[in-house]
């Protein structure tokens, strides 16, 4: 049923519980992938040299760390265990990887900005569930 697994981290408390859960889920559904995705915002051009480059490395360093971290956190399963980082809108990465791998679901943890903003513009989670073609699992 849920034989591609997205997990979805950006290396919260809460998205490591969702690697928990996917792990658990995986190990159940006897998945076939597990893909970890970490994606963050663009970095603004009006940077400029030589801090772009800079901060690149730094974004990348960071990503895979916490790619790291969720593989770590995942532990062994009988699925393959894939990581993808990302520079783009999380929500939308999220969506995109999903529906380019065929996920049969997605694995996020839930992560409000606690402001004014984030009930506006509304979260990752929530753009993730609204838009995505595939079920979407929010671990709290």
């Not at 950006?10 to 076939?32: F, N, P, T, Y």
């Not at 790619?67 to 929500?91: C, F, R, W």
């Not at 679901?105 to 753009?127: D, E, F, P, W, Y």
């Amino acid at each position: 049923m849920f034989e591609n697994i997205l997990l979805a981290v950006d290396g919260s408390e809460h998205s490591l519980h969702a690697a928990r859960v996917a792990s658990a889920l995986a190990q159940a559904m006897k998945s076939q992938t597990l893909r970890i995705v970490v994606a963050f915002e663009p970095i603004p051009v009006h940077l400029g040299e030589p801090f772009m480059q800079e901060t690149i490395n730094a974004r990348l360093r960071e990503a895979e760390a916490i790619a790291q971290k969720a593989v770590e956190t995942v532990g062994t399963i009988s699925a393959a265990i894939y990581t993808d980082t990302l520079d783009g809108n999380p929500a939308v990465e999220f969506l995109q990887v999903a529906k380019s791998q065929n996920s049969k679901v997605i694995v996020m943890g839930s992560r409000g900005l606690g402001n004014v903003a984030g009930l506006l513009l509304g979260s990752t989670s929530q753009k993730v569930v609204s838009h995505a073609l595939c079920p979407v699992l929010i671990a709290r």
